[in-house]
């Protein structure tokens, strides 16, 4: 019923910078948990960052310089914020959802089965 949709990814030269949307709609549990992932061509999907219900979050070490999460909750739009992007960091990001914690999310929350939603991804291709 929840459907999660990514938007926002595209081409992007070395040290620029993207903010990807991810809307959410259908019915949602109040305190739901959000996570932002990405997939990495020939790499296992990994977690980037992830927010609990009361807003803290968390950003993987990888990435916690660069990338920042911020939502619009009145809309349920979600945004990752990425500056100083790098090659590397080319990949197909998905959004996701986990409706079953109730609002408890146990940050960092960045393992592919904490959640039970997923958006269908959008590309991000950085180039030098």
């Known amino acids: 019923q929840v459907q999660l949709v990514e938007s926002g990814g595209g081409s992007v030269q070395a040290g620029g910078s993207l903010t990807l949307s991810c809307a959410v709609s259908g019915r949602t549990t109040s305190g739901y948990c959000m996570g932002w992932f990405r997939q990495i061509a020939g790499k296992e999907r990994e977690g980037v960052a992830a927010?609990?219900?009361?807003?803290?979050?968390s950003v993987a070490g990888s990435v916690k310089a660069r990338f920042t999460i911020s939502e619009d909750n009145a809309k349920r739009i979600h945004y990752l914020h990425m500056r100083n992007l790098q090659p590397e960091d080319t990949a197909m990001y998905y959004c996701?959802?986990?409706?079953?914690?109730?609002?408890?999310?146990?940050?960092?929350?960045?393992?592919?089965?904490?959640?039970?939603?997923w958006g269908q991804g959008t590309q991000v291709t950085v180039s030098s």
């Open positions: 996701a959802a986990d409706l079953r914690s109730g609002g408890y999310c146990s940050l960092p929350r960045l393992g592919i089965y904490d959640y039970t939603q």
């Open positions: 927010r609990d219900s009361d807003g803290t979050t």
